[in-house]
């Protein structure tokens, strides 16, 4: 693991959050550091995607603090997170399937500079754009031009990762991004993630996939149950099984991430 610096990017102090009388969040914490990998695991309605999403700004949080670079996150919409450079991967990927990966990766976001100006992105200059990227994710064999619904669930997954790389984020948030995908796919996903963060951004990732996904492709896994954190562990230091055990029982919350 590479940390670039002291300062995480992204902390997250003691994060509650209700939904009516559902407490999603009872006091979730995180941070998040360059160069460095954290997956987030726990079960079933442990709180893991409410917390990805205050972080990306979809949705707000009653109490605690969040920080970004050091100072208090000015974060009230999905917006400012992207302004900030937090971009996110949801599950269902939101890709345009009749659409190519070009028109994919620049949907909703043609215009580039002022809307005044009508500087609309030509097609060309996107496929430009477009292949960079793809060569930057080691992805430049993909082909751009055809429609993405009839790509694999790893193509379009790699897709939709570069559509979030596109306009050089500093964190990466992945919800379940190997949720649908065979094991070489999914495989892809572990290095395409390690080279985002050799770049130097922060990747958060989501992910039931804790024999496989987790233990071997991240770098740091925080463990949440009940809207908290249960457990801290530095990946290279455990095993499925003892993540599985901080997931699911045990009554004392363990660190282990030194
Ligand atoms: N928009 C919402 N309105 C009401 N309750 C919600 C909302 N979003 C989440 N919850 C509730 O908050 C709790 C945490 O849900 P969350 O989606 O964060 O869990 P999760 O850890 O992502 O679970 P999973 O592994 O199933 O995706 C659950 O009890 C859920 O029902
Ligand atoms: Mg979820």
Redesign the pocket.
């Known amino acids: 693991m590479m940390r670039t610096g002291d300062t995480p990017l992204i902390s997250m102090r003691n994060i509650k959050k209700s939904?009516?009388s559902?407490h999603?969040l009872r006091g979730a914490s995180i941070d998040v550091y360059p160069g460095e990998i954290v997956a987030l695991v726990?079960?079933?309605?442990?709180?893991?995607?409410?917390?990805v999403k205050v972080m990306a700004g979809v949705h707000g949080w009653d109490s605690g603090e969040y920080d970004f670079e050091g100072q208090p996150a000015k974060i009230a919409s999905p917006s400012d997170a992207t302004a900030l450079g937090i971009q996110t991967v949801y599950q269902d990927l939101a890709l345009c399937n009749n659409l190519d990966a070009v028109q994919n990766l620049f949907l909703g976001r043609e215009l580039a500079g002022s809307w005044w100006g009508g500087r609309r992105m030509k097609r060309a200059e996107q496929e430009v754009r477009a292949r960079e990227v793809m060569t930057r994710m080691r992805l430049g064999n993909l082909s751009l031009s055809r429609p993405v619904g009839a790509m694999s669930g790893g193509q379009r997954q790699n897709i939709a990762i570069a559509r979030s790389i596109l306009w050089k984020p500093n964190v990466v948030i992945l919800d379940e991004p190997t949720a649908a995908l065979s094991h070489s796919a999914a495989e892809q996903v572990s290095i395409l993630i390690r080279t985002l963060a050799d770049e130097g951004l922060g990747v958060v990732v989501?992910s039931?996939d804790i024999h496989h996904f987790v233990v071997n492709a991240t770098d740091r896994i925080e463990v949440?149950r009940l809207?908290a954190n249960a457990a801290s562990f530095k990946s290279s230091d455990v095993t499925g099984e003892q993540v599985v055990n901080a997931m699911v029982g045990g009554n004392e919350a363990v660190n282990l991430a030194g």
């Not at 726990?42 to 917390?51: F, V």
């Open positions: 939904f009516g559902v999603a726990g079960d079933n309605g442990a709180g893991k995607s409410t917390l989501v039931h949440m809207g």
